[in-house]
């Protein structure tokens, strides 16, 4: 039965019973005294049966439990109280209490606990440890060095320390009381210190240090220390199975409290190497002998790794005070900075080294000295909370005695004040040094309220300082100070926790399974990724600094939108990245790190300053929605840069948006100087792989402060490209992920400075950037309200780094001079980036470009220019003079400063195209031109593009090692155009199959959708001319509009920009042989449109009856031909209606007509939606070229002849194998011998493991990793109830050992090695290499290559390899003309007549 609500009048001063009746008691309940008891002698005594038997029941007094007194209590008591006996729970209730309440419980199974669940009954002072009197026991035990012995103190002692020495314990199970007060310990010159050789278990008792939780223990020293590990006596001090001493607390009361001390100041001035003065901005009450540590000042170079890291922060002992000067005993190895405050849109920062206060004068330390090694890295560690989540060794006895976890049975309460924890913690474990499991404080809230760490000091702490697992919330974390941590300083797993004012200067990382830290390995491993505050979302962060680390200020996944957000005063300088942002931040196996699924997310808060990297960044964040606000970042490399991921596969569908509101970022503090040393450095990733970076790198200035960097878009692809793995190979700033469709950025008041264009080092710093390693496309940013301060240099606020024209002083591998957008050079051709000219920014109100209307800015020297595309060239030449693309627009203006255009008064939107062909991921169709224009082209096959504005686009880059080698990419493409326009699509291959088409970034134009939208023209050639292309607008299939010459002929229209999406015409009209084959369609906002071409029956014949009286009556003739062949009229459609010839004199004859219609597929047995459309061959099409074959004479009224029916099926065409030009391979078939299916992920581990421990043993070869192995392309068939299958073996590698390895394989292979499991059997190999290209041309001979379909934008494939074709003429001088109409005739015709 459930009680939820009663209420009661009582009368006051009487004695009240509460009977349940047949309903069993809560175990929980509490009654809430309204009106509240106004005067000292209004009282209740409350009586509550209990009709079952209960283990025990506790009666709270505002939600907290008391201890119970020794007899039934009576309306004559002057203080609150209860007692229970005989089931009856006797409660005394008067002022102040406003609630009284009960917690019943019965035993688990496992059995009831020994002892009372309650802190020990405890009412009388400490007696003190040398009188036998004051043990139960009536002994008291050894407690020196000699004589020490495992100790119990039972619940019913209460002890106080009460000489100053050393207390030598072995165990020591509390489960009474310890107090150190400062009545026995007033000297200060006096220490008390405990020295626990094991564990110090506290089951339901009581430590406490000091008078009281108001009263600070301040008399002398109180010392706490877990002894040193001996390995030659590891059975007298260590506690097995972990081998480290511990200091557990199951249940009970932790009450220390230690003088308090100021804890941190920063420095007013510089302190130089060298020096022993420290001149601090405000008065401290340290004392001679503190240990005090200075922060790091110095920013190191972007992506230094751990290793190559010079950690500056350092530690010293103060020798002598004198006012605001602290004079240290050892000397300042490094400099450390010193400032007055600095002020930066309008609020002021401290940016000064952080001086910290490590000494305490009570102290939990292991004993060794600082310098000393830990052997094997044991140390010890602070378990507050009894779960196999910490450690097996809560109960006494076997492993599996763990005690319970806490609850209303058992409580714990911890107050630590002004400690000292030194030399704390195990190198390399995963829990963490003071590590806090399932905290039970507070009854209302079931939680750790009430709970508190502050003021304390953390050194040498050799894991984790901090740990609050994700079974304690609203603890308090506050005022500590960490420093030299070999790990997080603040972990926070669970919620509802506080964590204000700490402070966290030098966290270095030492997890034993990472090589170095912020290394993302296989994004398994999340504890590799170090940094001060690893802070799960739901907690209040305010006023901590991360000062001075290898690893992050701040890891957080974010905070849910519509919640406050509880980060505020935050400040992480001197870091790696100052916030980082990431999805599961913690390990959720051995953390149950909780993985909260938050589409809509916000971080901010936080002052991010001097850090190496970045200042805010975000990686691979999986949310729909990312708001960073109220930020600042000052001088980091970069001060603020997302990376955004959707993680399934993209089909467009979802939008992804970052919002960057309500921040400031500055460039440099006022008067700092630039660094040569901090630059963007071209790196070596196994994406953009050393001849990539060598070839490839932007020949202009280096890139210095910037101040916003592009948001990058990615989403999940499939098993092999996901994320990027993490420095050095693995850069997440080339994402190995591929851009999304729907990904947006806004920045919304933002406040700029400082930024000073071109700085004194020759660095570009600039307020907005680029992506400079970003191969994929860049997607859409738009600001407003943007504010600038006074010291932005020219061009300090944006500079683009495009792609055009000679790479100054690079060449290729045979000397020939490198070009940009070159896609004629055999090299390179396949691998130019599509970002770099594609940066559109939208100043929706001119805030940022300071023109106060809607302004474009634009990278692309081409879509902001008129000329037509006969002045440019495939091999990038003409584009040396950006002026080759013609005229600005009138509404364009070059901002030579920014090195892009300001545009105004054009109202911009993007088209997103991929392809989802079969060979979609195995063939190039760029590069693809997107232009004003009708679709046409001129005699030499290229578009004319009438209305200039050129958009050429090559698509994203291959990701990762597999499909650097073997061509395989993403066929996603994005143009920018002008809402309201015809536009030419040109792909200068052969279109493909099956393509989808979106409209995004239209929303920022405040135009209605439905006045948006935009018409292109797309000329279809190659295998599949002649299919019909079928348009499906959000996956239904359309009316087919089809003719031959103008739409108007047929009683139709050309689309137009506001028609429904779906709406076309597909002009297939022939005129002098060479045939239009444009398709014209509308795209608009919320709407796909889909082109699938689809098989056809194409029929020709000739009809007695002259040209115009066909024309006439062509629809009589469609209905007879729908008759005879028994289908729907709506299917046909004519190809070709033209005056017949006579085959023998080749003349017109004037009484025939030549004719050629098309029979579509009939709905019934089409694909529909996200399906892919039907390749083979429909029962339904064979059986209408049947019929029609069987046409002799007639169809209907009408003569006929010549009748000649056939089935035009899409052609895909694949091979087995496709690899990279140059590239040697292998051809294997293989057998299975025990009838098991081929299994590629054993092939590639069996590969690896002989390449790597055999092959490599060779001379000259080196070692290499298993993700640089790639057996691919595997086409596993049956045949003799075996499975076999055909793979391609590489070792990936730029530099072309790959090869050597690979002939050394074939070698091993065709002598007999057994490289792959004995049941697999390799019945032949084949070694090949992948040629692309062969040299043409000789003497007066001149060869042109006419390409028809292009791999890899020019990497061009022949047929026999992939769907291919490369047409080559030669040609001798006097036959230009011909050859020039030659090539016309063949562009514009069907491949297949050729």
């Excluded at 400490?126 to 495992?150: F, H, I, R, Y």
């Excluded at 207390?167 to 008390?192: D, M, P, W």
């Excluded at 030659?232 to 199975?241: E, G, I, L, Y």
């Excluded at 600042?632 to 001060?639: C, P, V």
Aim: a negative charge; aromatic letters at 10%.
């Amino acid at each position: 039965m459930c009680i939820r609500d009663s209420s009661m009048i009582i009368p006051m001063n009487r004695e009240l019973t509460i009977d349940f009746n047949h309903a069993e008691n809560p175990d929980t309940w509490a009654w809430t005294l309204s009106p509240r008891f106004s005067k000292p002698t209004e009282k209740l005594l409350i009586n509550t049966l209990y009709k079952e038997t209960r283990y025990s029941v506790n009666a709270t007094f505002d939600g907290k439990i008391t201890n119970m007194l020794s007899a039934r209590p009576t309306l004559m008591d002057t203080t609150p109280g209860y007692y229970f006996g005989d089931r009856v729970l006797t409660s005394v209730v008067m002022q102040p209490v406003k609630s009284v309440g009960s917690i019943a419980a019965t035993c688990p199974a496992a059995g009831c606990p020994i002892e009372p669940p309650s802190p020990a009954a405890l009412g009388g002072p400490c007696k003190p440890w040398n009188l036998a009197s004051s043990w139960t026991s009536g002994v008291v035990p050894g407690s020196t060095q000699a004589t020490m012995e495992d100790i119990n103190i039972p619940f019913t002692d209460s002890i106080c320390l009460n000489e100053p020495r050393d207390y030598y314990v072995q165990n020591l199970l509390l489960e009474g009381k310890i107090e150190v007060n400062n009545t026995f310990c007033a000297n200060s010159n006096s220490k008390i210190r405990i020295i626990v050789m094991k564990k110090l278990h506290i089951r339901g008792g009581i430590l406490q240090v000091g008078n009281s939780s108001a009263e600070a223990f301040t008399g002398c020293g109180f010392e706490l220390v877990l002894a040193q590990t001996d390995f030659a006596d590891m059975d007298s001090n260590t506690v097995r199975p972990w081998n480290a001493r511990t200091l557990i607390m199951e249940s009970g009361i932790i009450e220390v409290k230690g003088a308090p001390k100021t804890t941190m100041a920063t420095l007013a001035q510089t302190a130089v190497a060298g020096s022993k003065t420290l001149t601090l901005d405000r008065a401290v009450n340290w004392v001679v002998g503190d240990t005090v540590a200075v922060s790091m000042t110095r920013r190191e170079k972007i992506f230094t790794k751990s290793t190559q890291r010079v950690e500056e922060s350092e530690d010293h002992v103060i020798a002598a005070i004198n006012g605001l000067t602290i004079t240290l005993e050892t000397a300042l190895t490094y400099t450390h900075d010193g400032a007055a405050a600095s002020t930066f849109n309008g609020r002021t920062y401290s940016i000064g080294a952080e001086v910290i206060c490590l000494s305490r004068n009570i102290k939990f330390g292991g004993g060794h000295k600082k310098g000393d090694v830990l052997p094997f890295g044991q140390g010890w560690n602070f378990a507050i909370g009894c779960t196999s989540g910490i450690y097996a060794g809560c109960a006494e006895g076997a492993n599996s005695l763990v005690g319970w976890p806490m609850g209303t049975l058992k409580t714990g309460t911890v107050h630590i004040e002004n400690v000292a924890f030194d030399d704390i913690g195990q190198e390399g474990a995963v829990h963490g040094a003071l590590e806090v499991d399932g905290l039970f404080t507070d009854l209302v809230t079931a939680s750790a309220k009430g709970s508190f760490v502050r003021g304390c000091a953390f050194n040498r702490a050799r894991n984790d300082a901090i740990s609050i697992r994700s079974t304690t919330a609203r603890m308090e974390i506050s005022n500590n100070v960490i420093f030299n941590v070999g790990g997080d300083g603040v972990r926070v797993a669970g919620n509802n926790n506080n964590i204000d004012g700490n402070i966290v200067v030098r966290h270095d990382f030492l997890r034993p399974s990472c090589d170095f830290n912020y290394k993302f390995i296989d994004f398994t491993n999340l504890d590799c990724v170090g940094g001060a505050f690893r802070i799960a979302s739901g907690n209040t962060v305010n006023n901590n600094i991360a000062s001075s680390g290898e690893g992050a200020g701040f890891l957080s996944e974010g905070e849910a939108c519509g919640m406050p957000l509880r980060w505020a005063n935050n400040t992480a300088h001197h870091n790696r990245d100052g916030f980082l942002i990431r999805d599961n931040i913690g390990e959720p196996v051995r953390w149950l790190w909780p993985t909260p699924s938050l589409s809509c997310r916000q971080v901010g808060g936080v002052l991010a300053h001097s850090n190496s990297d970045h200042g805010i960044v975000g990686f691979y964040v999986a949310a729909k929605e990312m708001t960073i606000t109220d930020v600042t970042a000052i001088s980091n490399h970069i001060g603020i840069a997302m990376l955004m991921y959707e993680d399934a596969v993209d089909v467009g569908e979802n939008q992804i948006e970052v919002i960057i509101q309500n921040s400031a970022v500055g460039g440099y503090w006022t008067g700092e100087a630039c660094n040569v040393e901090h630059a963007y450095p071209a790196r070596e990733t196994m994406v953009s792989s050393a001849e990539i970076v060598d070839k490839l790198v932007v020949a202009k200035a280096a890139a210095g402060h910037v101040g916003i960097m592009e948001t990058v878009f990615t989403h999940y692809r499939n098993a092999n490209v996901k994320k990027t793995k993490g420095e050095h190979k693995f850069m997440w700033v080339e994402a190995d992920s591929y851009a999304n469709v729907k990904g947006r950025a806004r920045i919304d008041n933002v406040f700029f400075d400082n930024f000073r264009g071109t700085n004194g080092c020759g660095q570009k710093e600039v307020a907005f950037s680029q992506n400079f390693v970003s191969n994929d496309t860049f997607h859409h940013h738009t600001f407003a309200n943007i504010h600038w301060g006074s010291s932005i240099g020219d061009g300090g606020e944006f500079f683009a780094w495009n792609t055009y024209g000679d790479i100054k002083g690079r060449t290729h591998h045979e000397g020939k001079q490198l070009t940009w957008l070159n896609f004629d050079d055999e090299k390179f051709g396949a691998y130019w980036p599509d970002a770099p000219n594609k940066v559109w920014l939208a100043d929706t109100d001119g805030s940022f470009s300071r023109t106060n209307k809607l302004t474009h800015i634009l990278s692309s020297q081409t879509l902001t220019r008129l000329g037509t595309f006969d002045r440019l060239s495939w091999d990038g030449s003409e584009l040396n003079s950006v002026n080759a693309a013609g005229d600005l627009r009138t509404e364009c203006t070059f901002e030579s400063k920014w090195n892009a255009h300001k545009c105004t008064d054009i109202k911009y939107i993007s088209v997103s195209m991929e392809s989802y062909a079969d060979d979609a991921l195995t063939r190039r169709p760029g590069p693809i031109v997107m232009c004003k224009g009708d679709g046409m082209i001129n005699e030499a096959g290229r578009p004319l593009c009438q209305g200039g504005e050129i958009d050429i686009v090559s698509g994203p880059y291959m990701k990762g090692k597999v499909e650097r080698a073997t061509l395989d990419r993403l066929p996603r493409f994005r143009f920018n155009v002008e809402a309201g326009h015809n536009y030419t699509l040109y792909f200068r291959g052969q279109p493909p199959t099956w393509l989808k088409f979106w409209l995004t970034n239209y929303e920022y134009t405040g135009m209605s959708p439905a006045d948006i939208g935009v018409v292109l023209h797309l000329r279809y050639f190659g295998l599949n001319a002649k299919c019909r292309s079928a348009v499906y607008a959000n996956g239904v299939r359309q009316h087919s509009d089809v003719g031959i010459g103008s739409p108007y002929q047929w009683g139709l229209t050309y689309p137009m920009p506001t028609d429904a999406v779906g709406k076309h015409y597909h002009d297939k009209a022939i005129n002098n042989g060479i045939e239009r084959n444009i398709m014209i369609f509308t795209l608009r906002p919320v709407s796909t449109l889909e082109l699938k071409q689809e098989p056809i029956v194409f029929i020709t014949m000739d009809v007695s009856m002259n040209e115009d009286d066909f024309f006439n009556q062509k629809d009589t003739f469609v209905a007879a031909m729908a008759n005879v062949l028994g289908i729907d009229p709506a299917r046909i459609r004519f190809a070709k209606i033209v005056a017949g010839t006579s085959s023998s004199a080749r003349r017109l004859t004037a009484d025939t007509t030549s004719i050629a219609v098309e029979v579509e597929a009939s709905n019934a047995t089409m694909s529909a939606g996200a399906s892919r459309p039907v390749n083979s061959l429909s029962t339904d099409l064979k059986t209408v070229a049947t019929k029609a074959n069987a046409i002799t004479t007639s169809v209907g009224s009408f003569t006929v002849s010549g009748v000649s029916a056939s089935v035009q099926d899409v052609k895909a065409e694949t091979k087995d194998i496709v690899v990279s030009n140059d590239f040697d391979y292998l051809i294997v078939n293989v057998s299975r011998t025990d009838g098991g299916l081929y299994d590629n992920n054993e092939i590639n581990e069996a590969l690896f493991n002989y390449t790597n421990n055999v092959i490599r043993n060779e001379v000259g070869f080196r070692a290499i990793t298993d993700d640089e192995v790639a057996a691919t392309n595997v086409a596993p068939y049956w045949s003799d109830n075996k499975t076999r299958a055909v793979w391609g073996y590489f070792i990936f590698e730029a530099d072309r050992t790959s090869n050597r390895f690979v002939a050394r394989l074939y070698e091993h292979i065709k002598s007999g090695h057994q490289i792959l499991p004995s049941y697999y059997i390799i019945t032949d190999v084949e070694f090949k290499r992948q040629v692309y290209f062969t040299a043409e041309g000789a003497d007066d001979l001149q060869t042109i290559f006419i390409v028809i379909i292009v791999i890899g934008v020019v990497l061009l494939v022949g047929a026999a390899v992939i769907t291919a074709a490369v047409v080559i003429y030669r040609r001798r001088a006097a036959q230009k003309r011909t050859i020039r109409k030659e090539i016309y005739e063949k562009h514009n015709s069907p491949m297949d007549e050729i």
